[in-house]
């Protein structure tokens, strides 16, 4: 007689456990139990294998002048990410405008936006590892449907991506409802990011058509922060803003007043863009050299009152891209690196050797909270160093009492200052050509462009020739040829 709980054969086949045999089970439970701690010891690893692929070789890639120990590329982000030809159309004009002349000859069509955006998404997710900021850019997002936009949003986020959708914000409340919230009125997403392109060299904006200052425009900025307040009341949806602006010399002695009335209402970063002669050349009405990184970030600080020390964290090459980030209290803004302390600079070594990588944002509380605990597990100092940091800070900004009190009058968040300059499509373009024969130009203005497009932190995906293209080089050389071509595809007129 066969022991109870032993196998026996089966003439039909492999050996079956009889009635009370346990010993089938067991095993099938250990594997699931051991899948599932392996799956979140790999879901809790500090930096993904890909990701860390994916910044190495962005440092190497970099030019030897901008590895240096404050910059970010390589160390701690693989840069931002753009998607193009998705939907190039815009219901706004500016002088000037990146635009290509054909641009604007496009339909929108949410079909042809969201098969783009899977195919540029999935390539970046190859290319650049499984997280990165990505901005929904190539025409006014707000002329997608809101289920096109959602999708496109939901699709970014599916490859990983944190999508920022770039707008000039002329759109109604309701929009965004429609935007954040599905038929059942639940919110499609925990969060959303919004960037909106304010300035007076915008033409067509509803109450404003033909703005003639900056002033002008401050209740439409409050508007638009007031949208998402609302639905924030409403709903609970959490939100990030940006406020964009292009700066000429018609509008450069204007920037700090703006700063001024910008600050309190509401965005958690104000980003510059000095003008350059790129895209529709039908709107460059004057010369744009006048106004550089220097002088925006001039009437920047005098907007604020004092100095914003951007040193202590670079972004790139400083020629292309100047960053401080830091948060405002009160009305005071404090870096969270001041370049004039040795120990700010020392802690920022340590943050990059042992925290590079780690997505602090995107990620789940409890799961980010295992991924420091592993990281401070290897490098338990970090945990004093990080505390005098942030000691430091405390004494920087004005002390816990002043911080306190500037949480309670709501005057506490977070603020990035960034200037963004753009190069001129007559450098832009015989520089790309070259690089891409792998020539190194012997004139010296073609061979900083080139060092520029090496360094750039703004990348957009072409799978179909498995290049990553600089922003610069895709309006300057790309746009041309792919809105031509999008005219024929989408065009405004459909014939039946």
Not at 107 to 112: E, K, L
Not at 443 to 467: F, K, N, V, W
């Amino acid at each position: 007689m066969p022991r109870v709980g032993s196998v026996q054969p089966d003439a039909g086949g492999p050996a079956r456990p009889l009635p009370g045999d346990d010993t089938g089970a067991m095993p099938s439970l250990l594997r699931r139990l051991r899948a599932t701690w392996h799956g979140f010891a790999d879901r809790s690893r500090p930096v993904h294998p890909e990701t860390a692929r994916a910044l190495r070789e962005r440092w190497a890639a970099l030019p030897a002048h901008v590895q240096t120990p404050a910059q970010t590329l390589g160390r701690h982000a693989v840069g931002c990410e753009g998607t193009h030809g998705v939907f190039p159309k815009c219901n706004l004009t500016c002088t000037p405008c990146y635009h290509s002349a054909d641009a604007n000859k496009v339909r929108v069509d949410g079909g042809h936006t969201l098969r783009e955006i899977e195919s540029q998404m999935s390539f970046l997710r190859e290319r650049r590892g499984p997280y990165a900021h990505a901005q929904l850019i190539g025409g006014e997002v707000s002329l997608l449907s809101p289920d096109d936009h959602a999708a496109a949003l939901q699709a970014m986020r599916d490859h990983g991506r944190s999508p920022m959708s770039m707008t000039h914000g002329d759109f109604d409340p309701e929009y965004l409802r429609d935007l954040v919230t599905g038929p059942d009125g639940t919110l499609r997403f925990d969060r959303i990011s919004f960037a909106a392109h304010v300035d007076s060299l915008m033409r067509g904006r509803r109450g404003a058509v033909r703005p003639r200052s900056e002033a002008e425009l401050h209740p439409f900025r409050q508007q638009f922060v007031q949208m998402f307040r609302d639905l924030r009341a409403a709903t609970g949806l959490r939100y990030y803003l940006a406020h964009n602006m292009t700066v000429t010399p018609a509008n450069l002695g204007q920037v700090a007043e703006t700063v001024r009335a910008v600050l309190p209402m509401g965005f958690s970063m104000m980003s510059f863009q000095p003008a350059a002669h790129v895209g529709d050349d039908r709107r460059w009405k004057e010369s744009y050299t006048a106004v550089d990184a220097d002088a925006v970030w001039a009437e920047l600080e005098k907007g604020l009152g004092q100095r914003i020390a951007h040193e202590g964290i670079e972004f790139g090459d400083p020629r292309c891209n100047r960053l401080a980030f830091g948060f405002l209290a009160g009305g005071r803004w404090t870096p969270f690196v001041d370049p004039d302390s040795a120990a700010d600079r020392a802690a920022r070594e340590r943050f990059f050797a042992h925290w590079g990588g780690l997505a602090f944002s995107g990620t789940p509380p409890l799961l980010l909270l295992v991924k420091i605990a592993r990281v401070l597990r290897h490098h338990p100092d970090d945990a004093a160093v990080a505390a005098r940091w942030f000691a430091r800070l405390l004494r920087r900004a004005g002390g816990l009492r002043h911080l306190v009190r500037a949480a309670r009058a709501g005057t506490l968040g977070l603020m990035t200052f960034e200037v963004h300059s753009f190069m001129d499509a007559a450098d832009v373009g015989p520089a790309w050509e070259l690089m891409q024969q792998g020539v190194e130009s012997d004139d010296p203005r073609i061979r900083a462009t080139q060092e520029r497009l090496a360094a750039c932190t703004y990348s957009m995906a072409h799978p179909e020739t498995g290049q990553l293209v600089p922003a610069c080089a895709q309006h300057s050389v790309l746009d041309v040829t792919e809105n031509a071509q999008l005219r024929r595809l989408l065009p405004l007129t459909v014939v039946g």
